[in-house]
């Protein structure tokens, strides 16, 4: 799409902080009005549809695209996404451990530990944790305890979440980096560890290289997301 407006600028109304393209209100796909929570989030959004050239390319603006989803999809429909995300408790990625080698399995226990300590803390839990990938079933009180803080989250927040939890494949780890306090690059790196294994043994060509830094550009978007709306 071609570039049609002049300038962006973040303007307060009723429903939140709106964003204006020479004086214009900005929409979703949905035609809502592009209201956002905060004025950080706001500014942010505004200065990625400053940065556009000559045309304007939606793949460069991560934050309207969260606040987009956050408004047209997951708001209408907040109870059963935050359930959808939930879900990954069932299995998440820090109670499946490698069977080997031993090299393999101290990195996962040092990494993966102090989070599930944290998460057995911070909503009064408990996790069984195994080796290989054989399904373990997670105790009831901890999937429903882990649901409701789930639920509890506004629909911008579940955005930047849902892609914390995917990419990741860790609801532990995505709530580590939206209220934990967690430093972010260690939570991805500690989510990456199988992958870096695999690596060191047996190289890594190109697309692979490629895949893993546009996860971990998105995984840092995300978690700027979710910080720039809770702040």
């Given at each position: 799409m071609k570039r049609f407006y002049e300038d962006a600028a973040v303007v307060a109304g009723e429903s939140g902080f709106e964003i204006r393209l020479d004086g214009r209100p900005v929409r979703t796909p949905a035609r809502a009005a592009l209201a956002l929570p905060t004025q950080g989030l706001?500014?942010?959004?505004?200065?990625?549809?400053?940065a556009q050239g000559e045309t304007v390319d939606p793949r460069s603006m991560p934050f309207t695209g969260l606040a987009n989803g956050a408004i047209d999809q997951?708001?209408?429909?907040?109870?059963?996404?935050?359930?959808?995300?939930?879900?990954?408790?069932?299995?998440?990625?820090?109670?499946?451990?490698?069977?080997?080698?031993?090299?393999?399995?101290?990195?996962?226990?040092a990494s993966w530990d102090p989070l599930l300590d944290w998460a057995m803390a911070r909503y009064d839990v408990a996790f069984r944790v195994t080796q290989g990938v054989v399904p373990v079933a997670q105790p009831a009180?901890?999937?429903?305890?882990?649901?409701?803080?789930?639920?509890?989250?506004?629909?911008?927040?579940?955005?930047?979440?849902?892609?914390?939890?995917?990419?990741?494949g860790s609801l532990v780890c995505g709530l580590a980096v939206?209220?934990?306090?967690?430093?972010?690059?260690?939570?991805?790196?500690?989510?990456?560890?199988?992958?870096?294994?695999?690596?060191?043994?047996?190289?890594?060509?190109?697309?692979?290289?490629?895949?893993?830094?546009?996860?971990?550009?998105?995984?840092?978007?995300?978690?700027?997301?979710?910080?720039?709306?809770?702040?």
């Open positions: 706001a500014e942010a959004i505004a200065e990625e549809w400053r997951i708001a209408p429909h907040s109870g059963s996404f935050a359930a959808g995300i939930s879900r990954y408790a069932e299995s998440d990625l820090l109670c499946y451990r490698a069977e080997g080698p031993a090299e393999l399995v101290a990195r996962e226990a009180r901890t999937l429903e305890r882990l649901a409701a803080a789930v639920a509890a989250f506004d629909p911008f927040t579940l955005a930047g979440l849902s892609t914390l939890v995917t990419l990741s939206v209220e934990g306090g967690h430093d972010a690059d260690l939570i991805w790196t500690a989510a990456e560890i199988d992958e870096a294994w695999e690596v060191e043994q047996w190289g890594e060509d190109k697309e692979a290289a490629a895949r893993s830094a546009r996860r971990r550009h998105e995984f840092a978007m995300a978690r700027a997301f979710c910080e720039m709306t809770r702040a």
